[in-house]
C-alpha cells in the first residue's frame, strides 16, 4: 500500500480584528532537517509484471543503467531473473529509472504575474511579466501580486491555482520510465496554492508541496495548502490526506482542516466551513464596481472571493480577501462570469466554495454630465449640456422626458461631442434626462437620471399696445410693473445708426421708460424681459417712434 504524506503547508492568513495571528518561531533544525531529507527523497516507480517479462528485459527498457538489473531482483526478493509470475508488483526507485524533463504551463494569468527562470552561473535569475501559456521548466518560479492569479498545469492534467501574493518554486518536473511515472516537487515561498491533482487518475503519479516548515506528499486528491511567515494551513475538500510536521502524522479527512504552528504538531482537524448561501444578484449588471454583500454564515470571520469567466471558470481573474462582509470587484470587461466565495474561520482556514452567475454589460461607462448640475434650474431657451467621458467612445445617445420612467420622451438624439443644445426650447416643468456612451455601434448602460427643473419661457413685452406721451422735454412709454423677479431692459437709438454697435441696455424695475427728447427722426425702442433666478431673457420687441420737429 502507497502511504499519503502532508506535512503541513503554511497558513496564509492573519487578520486582526477576531482573527487569529501568531508570532513568528523558528522552526527546530530538526524539524528542518526532516523536511529537508524527505524532500530530496525520491519515489519508487511500482510497475505490474505482465506475462514473459523478466529482469533483463526490464531493465533493457526502463532502467537508466540496464546492468543494474539484479538490484531490481535484490529489492523485490525475485531469486530466477528470468521466471517472474504476471501480475506481481515490482518496487523499482527512481533514481535506477530511465529519467526525461517534464513539462508544465502557465494556463492562466490575471493581474501581475512575473516568471524568473533557475539561475546558473552566468545567468542571475531576474522576474519577468509572464506570458499566457509560457513554457515552465524544472526550477522555474512563479510570483503573483496583490489582486493577481495564475493557474499551472502539469503534464497529466493536475491544476495548480496561485493565490494573490504566492510565490512558487517548480523544485522538480520528471518522468521515468519512459514517461510511466512522474515525480513532481514543488515548493512554497510564500502564499497560497489549491491543487487539484491527477485528474486522470493516472497511475505513478507523484506529487510534493514543500513549505519552509512541512511538505505535502500527494496523490488523486484536492486540497489547498498555504503559507505565511512559520505558519502552515492545509484544508482536504476531497480524499484524505496526512499532514506532518515533527513526526506528528494527522488524518485530514474530507472536509477538515488543519494547522501548523512553527513546525510544531499539527492542530486536530477542524470541520471547514460549508459554502454560504449567496443571494443571486441582478441579471445583468450595468453599473460598476459590483458589490457583493455577504450572508450570515455562522463561525466566518472573513471571506475569500474569486471571479472567473463563465466560459473558463478554474481561471480566476480577480481573486480578494475582505474582513468586511463584502466583496467589491471594480472593473470587470463586458460578459458571463462566475463568483466563488468561501467564508473563513477565525484560525484561518478556509471553507468549502458557494458559486453563483452574472453578467456584465457595464461598458462603455456613460459619460459624466458637469453641466447644467443635476436639479438646477434652467432656461427654456438657453439647455446646454456639457459632458466628459469616462471611456473611448464614438458617440453619445441623449433622451430627455417629461416622466421619470421615459414614458414621454420628446428628445431622442445622438450627438457625436459635448457641448449639445437642442434646438427647441425645453419644456417647462421637471425634465429627466439620461445620456449613454456608443462605441463602435455598441451601446453602453443609460447613466443615472438627471432631472432639471425648466423654468417656462418668458413672453415677449406688448411694446406695440404701450401707451406712448411725448412732451417738449421727454418721450414717457409705460408699462406693466414687472413682476417680483423680473425687470425690464430698454433702449432707444436712431434708426439710422449702426445697429452692430447699439446702445447698452438700461435696466428698469418700475415699468416707466422715459428718455430726453432728440431732434426731428425715428427713433427705435427695444424692450425685453429678464429673469433674475436665471438670467433667462424673453425676445426682443421694438417700436419706431416718430418725432416731428418741435417749435
Excluded at 252 to 277: D, E, R, T
Excluded at 459 to 483: E, G, H, K, M, T
Amino acid at each position: 500500500m502507497i502511504r499519503r504524506h502532508l506535512l503541513p503547508v503554511a497558513l496564509l492568513w492573519g487578520l486582526g480584528a477576531g482573527i487569529a495571528t501568531w508570532p513568528t518561531c523558528a522552526a527546530p533544525s530538526d524539524i528542518k532537517d526532516s523536511t529537508t531529507a524527505i524532500a530530496q527523497a525520491l519515489p519508487d516507480w511500482l510497475y505490474t509484471t505482465r506475462p514473459n517479462d523478466t529482469l533483463i528485459g526490464i531493465g533493457q527498457q526502463y532502467l537508466a543503467n540496464p546492468q543494474d538489473w539484479p538490484l531490481v531482483g535484490h529489492l523485490n526478493n525475485i531469486a530466477q531473473a528470468n521466471t517472474i509470475p504476471p501480475g506481481l508488483v515490482l518496487r523499482i526507485p527512481a533514481n535506477l529509472l530511465k529519467q526525461s524533463p517534464s513539462a508544465a504551463k502557465l494556463s492562466a494569468i490575471a493581474g501581475q504575474v512575473e516568471v524568473s527562470a533557475q539561475s546558473t552561473p552566468n545567468t542571475p535569475a531576474a522576474w519577468r511579466p509572464a506570458r499566457l501559456n509560457q513554457a515552465l521548466d524544472a526550477g522555474t518560479s512563479v510570483q503573483t501580486h496583490e489582486k493577481s492569479f495564475a493557474q499551472i498545469t502539469l503534464a497529466n492534467g493536475s491544476v495548480l491555482n496561485l493565490e494573490p501574493k504566492t510565490t512558487l518554486t517548480l523544485d522538480r518536473l520528471s518522468l521515468y520510465a519512459k514517461g510511466l511515472m512522474a515525480d513532481t516537487q514543488l515548493r512554497i515561498k510564500t502564499g497560497g496554492i489549491s491543487v487539484k491533482d491527477n485528474p486522470k487518475q493516472l497511475p505513478n503519479q507523484n506529487l510534493r508541496v514543500i513549505t519552509p516548515t512541512a511538505q505535502a506528499v500527494v496523490r488523486g486528491t484536492e486540497f489547498r495548502v498555504g503559507v505565511m511567515q512559520q505558519t502552515t494551513r492545509e484544508e482536504t475538500l476531497a480524499g484524505a490526506i496526512n499532514l506532518s510536521a515533527g513526526g506528528a502524522p494527522v488524518l485530514v479527512s474530507k472536509g477538515m482542516g488543519s494547522l501548523s504552528q512553527g513546525g510544531a504538531n499539527p492542530i486536530a482537524p477542524v470541520k471547514l466551513l460549508p459554502a454560504p448561501k449567496l443571494t443571486q444578484p441582478a441579471t445583468q449588471i450595468t453599473h460598476l464596481p459590483l458589490t457583493f454583500s455577504m450572508p450570515h454564515l455562522a463561525g466566518a470571520v472573513a471571506w475569500h472571493g474569486e471571479v472567473a469567466k463563465a466560459a473558463n471558470p478554474s481561471s480566476v481573474l480577480y481573486s480578494q480577501q475582505s474582513r468586511r462582509p463584502e466583496l467589491t470587484f471594480n472593473n470587470l470587461p463586458n460578459g458571463d462570469y462566475v463568483l466563488r466565495v468561501r467564508g473563513i474561520n477565525w484560525q484561518g482556514l478556509q471553507g468549502y466554495d458557494a458559486a453563483l452567475s452574472f453578467n456584465v454589460q457595464a461598458h462603455p461607462f456613460a459619460p459624466l454630465v458637469l453641466a447644467p448640475i443635476p436639479n438646477g434650474v434652467l432656461p427654456a431657451q438657453q439647455s446646454k449640456i456639457i459632458w466628459v467621458e469616462r471611456e473611448l467612445a464614438n458617440a453619445v445617445h441623449i433622451q430627455m422626458a417629461n416622466t421619470a420612467d421615459f414614458s414621454r420622451i420628446f428628445l431622442d438624439q445622438i450627438v457625436k461631442s459635448s457641448p449639445f443644445e437642442p434646438e427647441a426650447n425645453l419644456p417647462p416643468g421637471k425634465v429627466y434626462a439620461r445620456l449613454a456612451s456608443i462605441n463602435d455601434g455598441v451601446q453602453g448602460p443609460w447613466g443615472e437620471v438627471i432631472v432639471w427643473h425648466v423654468q417656462p419661457a418668458l413672453a415677449s413685452v406688448n411694446l406695440s399696445q404701450a401707451p406712448l406721451r411725448i412732451d417738449s422735454s421727454w418721450v414717457f412709454i409705460q408699462l406693466p410693473p414687472p413682476i417680483i423677479g423680473e425687470r425690464y431692459l430698454a433702449r432707444w437709438y436712431p434708426c439710422t445708426e449702426n445697429t452692430l454697435n447699439p446702445e447698452p441696455w438700461v435696466p428698469n424695475l418700475s415699468g416707466l421708460l422715459q428718455w430726453p427728447r432728440p431732434k426731428q427722426g425715428n427713433y427705435c425702442v427695444q424692450v425685453k424681459r429678464e429673469r433674475s433666478a436665471d438670467g433667462q431673457q424673453s425676445p426682443n420687441s421694438e417700436r419706431v417712434i416718430y418725432l416731428p420737429e418741435t417749435h
